[in-house]
């Protein structure tokens, strides 16, 4: 609790000891045994009006500010005309004494509002948790002596030393030292991760071990931890169409109430229909039941409370709008490569020929692409058990198209596809396993083949289970890779739909047929961030995957997942229909709650204390609903 917040709660609490002596000598008649019934009237109408203004000069005051700007028509103009009206009654002493009622509503309504401003800092907090990541200063060598600078004076290419404890404060290379990285406050993931020379390293991160020495890649207002707080900081500008719709409808529904509420105090008793005191007293009791403040608070309250909550699940979402969005996806559209795969190769399988071992042709193979710098070749070099002696190899050369020919300890090795089996007219046997396949030769003998794939992350089958269990109707596949490997890894994964051997500009085509077809449900692309910003920001929501430093995912999603687990994605939508439940209840419960009473405020037969419950109590019962949505364990 804010110091405004504890200063604001001590004010009400002395209000509330006051009221409570008060009351009580009016409910034991001491006040009017001793100034007697003709003056007992008056002496509560000051002693009330203590606590009334203890509770609410800042209500008063605020109204009046507001008046005087021409934007008079709010909750505290409501709150300010009831209660004041209330005291009035007074001057009509038939009525029955109102002065109480008239201090209670004023005092439960600031504790609805401290209740309120409670409520929202605690939802606050779980996203200003993330400003936490900011970073205070950078260590940088200057003339032989280490000094701590501002993140914004470091340049890409300084050297920055980080030391066990402090955080990662630009995004670089590590060049010297290992360590440990906590990452928990960008990714919701508390297992840290190692950091080593050539290692890339985000913004935002605590160094754990030893010290770090690293050389920056990105300026301070291009780093991981500047997009992100960019991001939170902005996540409450875009309004929900429930959110906006709410707005709205306070709007117009305020100074409606308002005139209905004088409709009801002045033209009854003109035509003569009753005392003024009775009809005043029903339109002032309709104007307190009249005030939106639980619509209007409980609702942002609630996405905001549901935009914390997947914060905390490491899920920055950049708004309500896509929240509410998210609620509404029944199609969920995938990129493969980095996405349900780890976007690098390894050898998936060894199928050496009868007479060789897997050893041994992974020795020949690796020899065989020791001079290569492609992905592939790398991913044969780092399986194979035995380093290779470049000094061995005398003859290399490449065959475009085929692949590879060395020779190595007087051993002629070729190694590459199919034609080149076929060109040098070796027969060879093809492997049944889906991937990259390299088939190795060695003297003019197949030796084997070794399979190369993308590998499929760990939690990907159970995230598409999960996708289905939270209520996504079909989930699609757009790949640039083969037919083949694409329909077996959907099959793998139990992915509906397959559209392989795709360019980046006809993932865009089929996102779009989606979107023309796909009825009332929203659909959702999922991407790397990296080459697919054009889908991610066509999809009706844009996830982007594992997008810890990725400036295009940032700029180009609605919902960053700000580590690489495709199980993030059903979390995600569970948080979203969470909140989304919650704001129809709290929209359906305070406005069934409040026509019903303003029927009967209307009517005479709701008196004031009816009114503060349909007032502070609806707002209070809806916060309490609303603070739900930052609640995500068991998601």
């Not at 009334?52 to 005051?61: H, K, R, S």
């Not at 360590?179 to 290692?199: K, M, N």
């Not at 029944?330 to 390894?346: I, M, P, W």
């Not at 300890?409 to 060879?428: F, H, K, Q, S, T």
Request: aromatic fraction near 6%; hydrophobic fraction near 50%; charge should be negative.
């Amino acid at each position: 609790m804010t110091k405004k917040q504890k200063r604001w709660r001590n004010r009400i609490i002395v209000a509330l000891i006051i009221f409570a002596a008060i009351f009580t000598g009016e409910l034991t008649g001491a006040i009017e045994h001793a100034f007697g019934e003709k003056d007992a009237l008056y002496v509560e109408f000051a002693l009330f009006l203590i606590p009334y203004l203890i509770a609410g000069y800042d209500v008063l005051a605020e109204a009046g500010r507001n008046i005087l700007k021409g934007h008079g028509l709010d909750e505290n103009f409501l709150m300010s005309v009831a209660t004041i009206g209330a005291f009035a009654l007074v001057f009509f002493p038939d009525s029955g004494p109102h002065t109480a009622e008239g201090a209670a509503v004023m005092l439960f309504y600031q504790v609805g509002e401290l209740f309120q401003s409670y409520a929202v800092g605690k939802s606050r907090q779980s996203i200003s948790d993330m400003m936490d990541i900011m970073p205070e200063f950078a260590n940088v060598m200057r003339n032989g002596q280490l000094v701590q600078v501002d993140p914004n004076d470091v340049a890409v290419g300084d050297e920055i030393i980080v030391k066990p404890g402090e955080r990662v404060p630009l995004d670089g290379t590590v060049i010297a030292g290992r360590s440990q990285l906590d990452t928990s406050a960008l990714t919701g993931e508390s297992v840290p991760r190692s950091a080593h020379p050539g290692e890339e390293v985000i913004s935002g991160c605590i160094n754990l071990n030893d010290t770090l020495t690293v050389r920056v890649t990105k300026p301070y207002e291009d780093s991981t931890v500047s997009r992100i707080l960019e991001l939170v900081e902005n996540a409450a500008d875009k309004k929900a169409q429930t959110e906006s719709f709410i707005t709205r409808f306070a709007r117009y529904y305020t100074p409606i109430v308002v005139g209905l509420a004088a409709m009801i105090a002045i033209l009854p008793p003109l035509l003569g229909a009753g005392p003024w005191a009775d009809w005043v007293l029903r339109g002032l009791t309709f104007l307190v039941v009249s005030c939106p403040c639980a619509l209007v608070i409980s609702v942002p309250l609630s996405f905001f409370g549901g935009i914390g909550g997947a914060s905390k699940l490491g899920i920055l979402i950049k708004g309500s709008n896509y929240l509410e969005a998210l609620s509404q996806v029944d199609t969920v559209v995938f990129d493969k490569t980095g996405t349900l795969t780890s976007g690098t190769f390894e050898v998936t399988t060894v199928a050496p020929s009868a007479s060789v071992s897997s050893e041994q042709l992974l020795q020949w193979a690796a020899a065989a692409e020791a001079f290569s710098t492609h992905p592939i070749a790398q991913s044969i070099s780092r399986a194979c058990a035995a380093p290779i002696d470049a000094a061995k190899i005398t003859e290399s050369s490449d065959i475009p198209g085929q692949g590879v020919r060395v020779c190595y300890e007087d051993d002629v090795i070729l190694a590459g596809n199919g034609r080149l089996m076929d060109e040098n007219g070796i027969p060879y046997t093809p492997s049944d396993f889906v991937g990259t396949q390299v088939h190795v030769a060695v003297n003019g003998q197949f030796a084997g083949t070794v399979v190369i794939g993308d590998v499929v992350k760990p939690d990907a089958k159970e995230a598409v289970s999960a996708l289905y269990r939270a209520g996504v109707r079909t989930t699609v596949m757009l790949t640039g890779d083969q037919t083949s490997v694409a329909n077996a890894v959907a099959a793998d994964l139990g992915i509906a739909e397959v559209r392989a051997e795709l360019l980046p500009h006809e993932k865009v085509e089929q996102v779009e047929a989606l979107l023309e077809h796909d009825g009332a449900g929203k659909v959702a692309f999922v991407g790397d961030g990296i080459n697919d910003a054009p889908v991610l920001m066509r999809a009706d929501v844009g996830i982007a995957m594992g997008a810890m430093g990725s400036d295009a995912a940032i700029e180009a999603a609605d919902i960053v997942l700000m580590d690489d687990r495709p199980t993030q994605i059903a979390r995600a939508i569970k948080v979203a229909h969470k909140t989304m439940r919650i704001v129809w209840q709290n929209i359906v419960f305070a406005l069934g709650i409040k026509f019903a009473v303003l029927i009967l405020a209307a009517l005479g037969i709701a008196n004031m204390w009816m009114a503060v419950f349909a007032d502070v109590g609806v707002a209070v019962i809806a916060i309490l609903n609303a603070m739900r949505a930052m609640r995500t364990k068991g998601l």
